[in-house]
Every structure is written in C-alpha cells, then in structure tokens.
C-alpha cells in the first residue's frame, strides 16, 4: 500500500513539473473544490484550463486541486470563476443553483452554506443554499469599464476577418482572450453579470479557437456563436456609442448569421472583400 502512494505522489509531482516546464511565470496553488468522481475531474478540469496559460489537476479522493498558471495572464479568483460557472463550489467562489441543478447525480455534492469571498469593502455575507451565486455582491462604480475591453477586442478581430486576415484574427483573439479573463465580475451590473455568467464560457471557448488557427474559414466558424453570445451581453451593456447588429442571409453555410459593428455600413467579416456589402443592419444597440 505504502509503494502505491508513493507511485502516485511521484506521478503527481512529474505532472505539475511538467506543467512548470509548459506555463510561462508558473505559480502553484492548491485550493480545495468540492466534487465527488472522475465525471467531476474531466469538467472541473476541462472548465479551469487554459492552453499554456492555465493546466489544473484536481484529485476526487483529497477535493483538492492543484492550479499552476501564468500569474502574469491570470489569477486563482478567475479559474475558480470558471470552475464555479461549471458547477462546482470552491471555499471562494460558489456555482449558480441552476448550473449545479444539471451535474450528473453522482456529481451532486453535498453543499453547505458557505461564507463568500468579500468585494472591495464590503463586508462577507452567508448566503444559503438556496441563494448562492457564483459573485456574491455586485458593486457599479465601474460600470461599463469591465466590458469596453471585450467589445474593443471583439470589434479588433471582426475587422481582422473583414480582410480575411486569419493570422491578424488570431493574435486580436488572444487580445480578446486576455480581456475575457480580466473581467471583474463584481464590478458589473446586475443585468451583465447575469448575462455574463450564461456566456462566459463560450465566449473563451470560440475565442480560444480563433486564437489557435490562422485558418479564416475556421475562425469565421467559431465567430458565429462568438458574436450571437457577445450580442446578448452588449444588449444588457449601456453603451457611449451605438452599435449596430448585422445580419448576411448566405453566411453560415445559407443558415444567416449576425456580427455587431461599430459602422452603421455593412463589412461583411464572413466574406469579407469577395462579398463585402453582403447583409443588412437589423438592430442598433443604444
């Protein structure tokens, strides 16, 4: 028994040295995140890493996690965020009720009534089961700041599109990427961090992949739900300027797809030169 422990402690050490050797400015932590089998391991997991950024190894017997990342490109507070938006409660974070309602039955823990992390100066709450959010207070002396960032990073790599310019779309992308990762979700309002929530997820995931390739047909793929989900939190986001949802009946192999612009002029991103003018303007976001 004694050797076979031993096996894995050597095995876990030469897996979080090799995530050293992979993650640039490494730092490790380790933070315990409630859970209960390897259907838990894979989301947590899959939900909290982060290619050459982040790399997570939770361990379903000890609950506990260790996390090495990039301290320069993140933070522990945005991986557990990302960790409690797939269903799972840390002692700093905990997931919303509908989120953890859809886990596997054998991945519904037993939670307890937590105290939650403290925003800025405000003082920490206990919040019920029944009550638990991901951020628990939401403060709006920077309403609007937090987002600005993603939509400026969004409209970079639809422009980048509009010239089919895969390689100019993947670098904006990890721009977008980074300011995904940098929202603080306390800092916004009720109705963002609503729609926030729904959406974060995805919105990393297509980013992620437009980052990742420099092929444009690819990345017009993954802009399609890039820009579906970036619209609903920009419809709930008061805006300085307005912004203009568009829409082009042939894109999406002939099933539509929409964009948001800065232009009230069409520039299609799904055709770019060879249809340029292809679409139409079918909502202005004020």
């Not at 897996?15 to 995140?33: G, L, W, Y």
């Not at 982060?50 to 490109?73: C, G, H, P, R, S």
């Not at 409690?84 to 989120?99: E, H, I, Q, T």
């Not at 729609?195 to 793929?221: N, Y």
Request: charge should be positive; aromatic fraction near 8%.
């Amino acid at each position: 028994m004694k050797s076979i422990k031993l096996l894995m402690a050597i095995t876990l050490l030469l897996s979080i040295s090799t995530c050293f050797a992979e993650i640039k400015n490494a730092k490790v932590e380790t933070v315990h995140i409630y859970g209960n089998c390897s259907i838990c391991k894979k989301t947590i997991e899959s939900a909290a890493n982060v290619k050459d950024i982040v790399q997570v190894e939770w361990n379903k017997d000890t609950k506990m996690a260790f996390l090495t990342y990039d301290e320069k490109k993140t933070n522990q507070d945005e991986i557990l965020k990302r960790i409690g938006l797939a269903g799972y409660d840390s002692d700093k974070f905990l997931a919303p009720d509908n989120v953890y309602a859809k886990l596997e039955i054998c991945c519904q823990y037993e939670r307890t009534g937590k105290v939650v992390a403290k925003v800025e100066e405000l003082k920490a709450v206990s919040l019920d089961v029944e009550e638990k959010v991901v951020m628990p207070i939401l403060v709006t002396k920077t309403q609007g700041v937090q987002l600005k960032e993603v939509f400026d990073s969004y409209f970079a790599v639809k422009d980048a599109l509009v010239k089919t310019d895969g390689s100019l779309a993947a670098t904006k992308a990890v721009l977008l990427l980074n300011s995904i990762n940098a929202v603080k979700m306390e800092s916004l309002t009720k109705e963002e961090h609503v729609e926030w929530m729904k959406v974060m997820k995805d919105l990393v995931f297509d980013a992620e992949h437009i980052s990742e390739t420099k092929d444009a047909g690819h990345q017009r793929d993954h802009f399609t739900s890039l820009s579906k989900n970036m619209y609903s939190v920009m419809k709930v986001s008061k805006q300085d300027t307005p912004t203009y949802y568009q829409f082009c009946p042939m894109a999406n192999k002939g099933k539509g797809a929409n964009w948001l612009s800065k232009e009230n002029i069409v520039k299609n991103p799904y055709y770019g030169t060879k249809m340029l003018g292809c679409g139409k303007v079918v909502e202005t976001l004020n």
